[in-house]
């Protein structure tokens, strides 16, 4: 189990020290970087590269949001396998539901407690 950790952390580290070295040393906004690292794990799971990432590193590889793009197109390719072309266009929402309809009710909980602060 110490062994899957040290892993997880390590790939995860390397995937977020990506970003943070495009922060720092690009004119990208976060905005586009976050967007970029969506569509690469979706790009790196289409050329099956992210697969053997998963299997090694896990939620290392799974949590940062290369693994979001990456559930999209696992969703998307399955989808096609069971129900044809309609499965471009609902396997992604269908595999990525559980984390986005999690997303949306603990921001909505967040905003409920906090207040909101002006900057």
């Given at each position: ?16 020290a990506v ?75 269908k595999s990525a ?23």
């Amino acid at each position: 189990m110490l062994i899957d950790i040290v892993k997880a952390f390590l790939v995860g580290g390397i995937i977020c020290a990506v970003g943070q070295v495009l922060i720092d040393y690009t004119k990208l906004t976060p905005a586009r970087i976050l967007t970029g690292f969506v569509v690469l794990g979706v790009i790196l799971s289409a050329l099956g590269l992210y697969k053997p990432v998963v299997d090694f590193a896990g939620a290392g590889a799974t949590v940062p949001l290369t693994g979001f793009g990456h559930l999209l197109a696992e969703g998307v390719r399955k989808a096609v396998d069971e129900d044809g072309f309609i499965g471009v266009l609902t396997g992604g929402l269908k595999s990525a539901s559980g984390g986005i309809t999690a997303s949306l009710v603990f921001g909505f909980i967040a905003a409920l407690v906090f207040r909101q602060k002006d900057k």
